[in-house]
């Protein structure tokens, strides 16, 4: 029972306490023995049969795949922007190596989001374009990444139906938003914005 056993862990449970982790298996024993090989699209489930994880082997094709590496490759300046020797825990360039032949993506931390929260401002009607998504490369950013965007948006229509319609209620009251208080680019940042979340990082 997932409920259950999510009532008995805590953040400090890193699974490298052995005792602790014999206590949680003796409480919420697994549903059958050993181990599986599952090499098809399969769901999870708990024993009140709440489904709890997905899997779903190539789901994402090898064209898919393509479109994501492009459009992050659009991305790789304001990737590298992001990267610096005073970061914090999200963008200190201790945190970030590239591998020894220089290969896949630029290493970096950043947010992709029409409606963005600035940092330092608590007023909730404050939102704007995320700094990511300013200037020139925005329109085609957001069409590089709407295939792949419209793919998660669709996974989660059939996985969690609720988080869904409130996602696109929410991307409905910022359109609104934006236009009754005209607000600079996020309208044209909404109109190609084609995933349910209204944040990628």
Known sequence: DIARYSKLIS??????????EARLLERCPPGHEGKRLVDEPATIVDASSAIIAWYLPDALTDTTQKEIREATDLLALSLKKSV???GN?????KLFN?????VGPTPGCINLSPAWFQQGHENMSDPEVSAS????????ILKAIARPAAITSAALRVMHPEQYWAGLRTLS??????????????????????SVFNTLS
């Open 84 to 86: 610096r020797a005073d």
């Open 11 to 20: 953040p400090k449970d890193t699974g490298h306490n052995e005792h602790r």
């Open 173 to 194: 009251n910022l359109g609104n938003i934006a236009v009754s208080k005209d607000l600079p680019q996020m309208p044209e940042a909404l109109q190609y914005w084609a």
């Open 133 to 140: 998504l300013k200037g020139p490369s925005c329109e085609n």
């Open 98 to 102: 590239r591998g020894s032949e220089d």
């Open 89 to 93: 825990w999200r963008t200190n360039q």
